[in-house]
């Protein structure tokens, strides 16, 4: 756990979040300022600050985050698909730097990505 972030306080409950999903490895919550109808952030429970920091050593958390995407799309009923979104560092505008992937969804989403 890294001191301030933000997701590492949500994931340990000092923050509110409407959870979604949980496991020993993966925390998921509804974003606080929804993009698409559904709008859901799977992060890992240990502190990753981006994609960039992501290596041998903690690359099981994120295959565990796309092991469970899919149940938590299909519970949100994303049966037409959805979009799963990372931004990595200012250029992307990662406002947050704990590594989470944005599940987008429940609607006809646009096509542009940038
Ligand atoms: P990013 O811009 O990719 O770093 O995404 C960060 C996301 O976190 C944004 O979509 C925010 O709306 C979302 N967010 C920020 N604070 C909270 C919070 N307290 N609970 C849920 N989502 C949050």
Known sequence: MANDCLFCKIIAGDIPSTKVYEDDMVYAFRDIAPMAPTHV????KVHIASADEVSAEN????????EVI????????????????????ADACQSVKHL??????????ALEMA
Request: with cysteine; net charge positive; proline share 5%.
């Open 41 to 44: 952030l799977v992060v890992p």
């Open 70 to 89: 899919p149940n938590i799309a299909a519970a949100d009923g994303l049966t037409g698909g959805y979009r799963v979104i990372t931004n990595c560092g």
């Open 100 to 109: 989470h992937f944005h599940i987008l969804g429940g609607k006809m989403l």
């Open 59 to 66: 690359s099981a958390y994120v295959a565990r985050i796309f």
